[in-house]
């Protein structure tokens, strides 16, 4: 949310750790995003991908860390579901989400593949 109370919506890539309940956004220490998340007192927020008739949302709240093996940790989870190494940024920092719920759909029903019949 923005200070106004207005959303701040805005593409991001995001790595989750499922056993952990938690997804993390690597980005720059100077962005909104994170400036947002620092204003609030109990930062609410929202990530949410689209893969064709796939989708996602989680919902949780968020932190800001800026120590090197935070950023480290999730630059490497970002390469590794994104399939490449984002280039170093001594400005970069992690918003951690602390997930409290999850959605999601994994296709559409027309788009689910008929099995074989046994």
Known sequence: MRPDGRLH???????VD????????????SSKKVANVLAADQAR???????????????????VLTDSAAVED?????ARRYGRTPAPDPERVV????????MGQAALP?????????
């Open 95 to 102: 918003i951690e989400i602390s997930i409290e719920r999850a």
């Open 45 to 63: 927020v929202a990530v949410c991908q689209v893969d064709g008739g796939r989708w996602a949302t989680l919902e949780g709240t968020a932190e």
């Open 74 to 78: 999730a630059v490497s989870r970002y």
């Open 18 to 29: 499922a056993a952990a309940s938690t997804a993390r956004v690597i980005t720059r220490k």
């Open 110 to 118: 027309h788009q689910q593949r008929a099995r074989p019949a046994a």
């Open 9 to 15: 919506v805005v593409p991001v890539g995001v790595t």
